[in-house]
């Protein structure tokens, strides 16, 4: 229900509760599946456009019910063809999207959260702290959004979005029972038809909801690693000490033993120069995850301002691949996408009112790094986007 309209948002319900909710009406739940079509695959926000739809169910529908989706206040095209997003939420927030295309395949980064409460090191989204959650209509309409740009399917259904990955700004976990539905929504033949397999939730390893997800949904699982080992974890990914990789581990045997149809768990581990990229960290990673189907995909860190890390060259990230894929495992490296568009990975930041003072603090930490660099007291009168 939307508060402002008081009429049923029908972006944000799943084919069950579709199908309920023309019941309540009186009508047949297979109208649920006519609009659920015009919604998602045909991108339509007006009833009216609903031409296998009597009048007086349009005008029904119209006093009920609504198709609302946020704002575009930014779609950007990179050179590369990468497209952004950025879709504009209540109170100045904010949140991007992201379509990177590959050949036949087109993979959409969604965003689950305003900011993330997690504040990896690494990352920049982390920086901007934490707002809210992402309703399930919110989450659906960055799908809803990006499918719309590219028009109608042609007459064999082509669809130009195959992948959709929970990678974008949040952590998917810490809002479960929105995210389940709408990967719910995009997976249905009706909704987005994205193969369950091609559908994937990334978690920086919040292990009791991994294991509620497993229980509800077969989606594939990517994990924010990064690291190869808990002292260095609880550096990069604070939510490592709370619960330690023996922990996040034994959660990823139990995703492959529990579906058992031989998948393997996606490790994403970001480079980071001189602090994560040594042969020693190859062969801790190789150690750690032997008893664990993976399939290794690494991450040349992405700078944004201020950060304190810094990217590896590409001979020290070809051999720590190489280290990889001696030892048998199957290792990509991640091509840097978008990053003209500041699309690329760790790089989204969106619009967040923080509730955490995280920016402020994030802020502060840079004025200091600003004043030991130029050796004064004060900078906070300098424009840090111009610092040194």
């Known amino acids: 229900m939307t508060l402002a309209t008081g009429k049923v948002n029908l972006l944000g319900l799943t084919r069950p509760e579709l199908e309920s909710f023309f019941i309540s009406l009186g009508e047949k739940p297979f109208r649920a599946h006519q609009v659920m079509k015009w919604i998602h695959f045909y991108g339509v926000d007006s ?125 998917p976990l810490l809002n479960i029972d929105n995210v389940i539905p709408a990967m719910e929504i995009m997976r249905d033949d009706l909704g987005y038809g994205v193969a369950k397999k091609r559908v994937t939730l990334s978690t920086s390893g919040v292990v009791p909801k991994m294991y509620e997800l497993f229980d509800r949904i077969d989606v594939s699982l990517a994990v924010s690693l990064h690291a190869p080992n808990d002292a260095l974890r609880n550096e990069l990914v604070p939510v490592n000490r709370k619960y330690p990789l023996a922990e996040l581990l034994a959660a990823c045997r139990h995703y492959v033993d529990k579906f058992n149809d031989g998948r393997r768990v996606t490790m994403e581990y970001v480079l980071l120069e001189n602090v994560n990229d040594t042969f020693a960290h190859a062969e801790e990673l190789i150690d750690i995850l032997k008893d664990v189907p993976s399939k290794i995909n690494l991450i040349p860190f992405n700078p944004f301002p201020h950060a304190h890390y810094k990217r590896p060259n590409g001979y020290r990230v ?20 978008g990053d003209d568009i500041d699309a690329a990975c760790g790089q989204l930041v969106g619009q967040v009112q923080d509730r955490t003072r995280r920016q402020e603090q994030w802020s502060q930490q840079v004025n200091e790094r600003m004043a030991r660099r130029l050796n004064v007291r004060d900078v906070s009168h300098l424009d840090n986007r111009d610092s040194p």
């Open 47 to 171: 009833f009216d456009s609903m031409t296998n739809l009597g009048k007086a169910l349009r005008e029904k529908l119209q006093a009920t019910a609504e198709i609302a989706a946020p704002e575009v206040s930014y779609h950007g095209i990179s050179k590369d063809g990468t497209r952004k997003w950025v879709i504009k939420l209540d109170n100045g927030n904010a949140v991007e999207t992201v379509f990177i295309p590959d050949g036949t395949r087109g993979t959409l980064c969604v965003s689950s959260q305003v900011g993330c409460s997690l504040d990896c090191s690494f990352c920049s989204t982390g920086k901007q702290g934490f707002q809210r959650d992402l309703t399930i209509a919110e989450i659906v309409a960055q799908v809803w959004v990006a499918n719309r740009s590219f028009g109608v399917p042609d007459n064999k259904g082509h669809r130009h979005i195959t992948n959709v990955v929970m990678m974008g700004m949040g952590e």
């Open 318 to 337: 070809r051999a720590f691949q190489d280290a990889l894929i001696k030892a048998g495992y199957v290792t990509t490296v991640r091509t840097t996408r």
